[in-house]
């Protein structure tokens, strides 16, 4: 499987901006599309974006449209989260993850299926 690192968080004041990144290692990291999550303690966890591997095909949560967009570099075995116009309600702590390549649209908002997480890096946006 492939293992997932994330990075890029911090602490931010409402309305300002973050990119994170997500490095993947593993030969098999060609085979996977990408997403990232979000968890914040006491909620459930949610999806963000989601990427495919072989299209520049893009999937967000309703909530982010407009303000987050996902990219990778496949060479670099690198996704990215750029998010701008942070509000408070962002604070959480974002997971990248891995879902086997070319699973249905229907399932790419669900965490359940896929197969490798990161351990996660902290988004704390300030009022």
């Known amino acids: 499987q492939v293992q997932l690192v994330e990075s890029g968080g911090g602490l931010v004041q409402a309305g300002g901006s973050l990119n994170l990144s997500c490095a993947a290692s593993?030969?098999?990291?060609?085979?996977?599309?990408m997403g990232w999550f979000r968890q914040d303690p006491g909620k459930e966890r949610e999806f963000v974006a989601a990427?495919?591997?072989?299209?520049?095909?893009?999937h967000y949560a309703d909530f982010v449209k407009g303000r987050f967009t996902i990219s990778r570099d496949n060479a670099k075995n690198t996704v990215y989260l750029r998010m701008n116009s942070l509000k408070p309600e962002d604070t959480a702590l974002y997971y990248c993850?891995?879902?086997?390549?070319?699973?249905?649209?229907?399932?790419?908002?669900?965490?359940?299926?896929?197969?490798?997480w990161g351990q996660g890096t902290q988004v704390t946006v300030s009022a």
């Open positions: 993850a891995a879902v086997p390549s070319g699973v249905p649209s229907s399932i790419l908002r669900l965490g359940e299926h896929y197969v490798s």
């Open positions: 593993g030969h098999t990291y060609s085979t996977y599309d």
């Open positions: 990427i495919r591997y072989s299209s520049p095909s893009t």
